[in-house]
């Protein structure tokens, strides 16, 4: 079984000893409920059947309705969504699983059909993003991928607000049942967009110097600490060394310097005392590894949990583990595919394939009716 036993040696995350290493990242699914973006039995059911994973994180969730870029994502700012995600949550806690839920603002990649009002988009600045789509739904069940119009700059004042609003949603996410949050940092979206020299041409105490740049980042991370504590919190980044025609569709935005952006942005997480941090890796075929200096000087500044997705076999994964310089990984497209990959991995067992064309929207076709293997999940690894 190679060095696949690595997965299971228990890894401690803020207050939770995890049964194993095995992440199931934030996966967006397009299946909420309409109209009111709500969590529903089904989603409840996806990650019941995966909650043999050490560790879930939902999807992204918005935090508020200005933060959605593609339709039939899921909400945690009304009443409705509240009670929607404590279904899941409570069928997760069911099966002894542990899960966060991803705290989601797009910024500018979105599109006035997704506006309240038909408005223009919200960003640091008024940079319209490239080789980026929004998808806006042209009628009940379907959509299309659009290009996001320029966005209109913040207010200092407004910036202020969208600090509370990670707060309300944090407390909601606590008060919807779930274990703690994932604060989206990466991707392209807003606070990424506040991080990156690219979209953010700001002359205030929000812009221009890479302290500047973090500085939503260290409010967001200070204030949602103080609600909920730090030990319920981590962040995910994506720290993309090599310019592709491809990163800002699939991972986000290249900066110039981003060895040094990203160390000094881990150093954020790290004074305020966050449980984990995840780094997702670019997942397109061939793309480039990140450096092993980089990975040394992640684990050199960050004294939480560190999670890599990426384009990660099981082999590979169990190589970066053995390291050391990684506590867990995660896998997406095959955790979709295998909903007991624990239990494959532990045993084996052949993988699943993924079809592709069910990944978002639609029902319970490509979602929950992926077949579990035949043999009996072992116990050892039911946790």
């Not at 290009?147 to 207010?155: D, E, F, Q």
């Not at 397109?284 to 684990?299: I, T, Y």
């Amino acid at each position: 079984m190679s060095s696949n036993h690595v997965y299971f040696n228990p890894v401690q995350l803020g207050h939770h000893l995890l049964q194993n290493r095995i992440v199931l990242p934030p996966l967006t699914r397009q299946r909420a409920a309409q109209p009111g973006d709500v969590a529903t039995e089904l989603m409840a059911e996806y990650y019941r059947q995966r909650a043999t994973a050490g560790f879930i994180v939902t999807e992204g969730i918005q935090i508020e309705p200005r933060g959605q870029g593609y339709a039939w994502t899921p909400g945690i700012y009304t009443n409705e969504q509240v009670e929607g995600w404590r279904k899941v949550t409570d069928a997760v806690h069911a099966e002894g699983g542990v899960i966060f839920a991803q705290l989601w603002h797009v910024g500018r990649v979105s599109h006035h059909a997704l506006q309240p009002n038909g408005d223009a988009p919200i960003a640091p600045s008024a940079i319209a993003p490239q080789k980026v789509k929004a998808f806006i739904e042209t009628a009940p069940g379907a959509g299309e991928l659009v290009s996001p119009p320029t966005p209109r700059a913040l207010t200092v004042s407004e910036i202020k607000s969208l600090v509370d609003l990670y707060v309300q949603a944090a407390r909601n996410a606590i008060a919807a049942g779930f274990d703690g949050i994932e604060l989206h940092c990466a991707n392209g979206y807003l606070v990424n967009q506040f991080i990156s020299v690219h979209a953010n041409n700001r002359s205030d105490e929000y812009g221009g110097t890479l302290h500047n740049r973090l500085r939503f980042l260290r409010e967001i991370v200070s204030a949602v600490a103080a609600a909920i504590g730090p030990e319920r919190m981590g962040v995910r980044f994506t720290p993309l060394f090599e310019s592709t025609d491809q990163d800002r569709v699939y991972i986000g935005l290249v900066e110039d310097d981003p060895h040094a952006t990203y160390i000094e942005a881990i150093k954020v997480l790290e004074d305020a005392g966050v449980a984990y941090l995840s780094i997702a890796e670019a997942d397109w075929d061939n793309a480039p590894d990140l450096p092993m200096k980089f990975r040394q000087a992640v684990r050199s500044a960050f004294s939480g949990a560190v999670i890599y997705a990426g384009k990660y076999t099981i082999e590979r994964g169990a190589r970066l583990l053995e390291t050391g310089l990684a506590d867990m990984v995660a896998f997406g497209r095959t955790f979709i595919a295998n909903p007991d990959l624990p239990a494959r991995i532990a045993n084996g067992w052949p993988l699943n394939t993924l079809d592709a064309a069910t990944l978002y929207g639609g029902g319970a076709e490509g979602f929950t009716d992926y077949p579990f293997h035949p043999h009996q999940v072992p116990d050892n690894v039911a946790g």
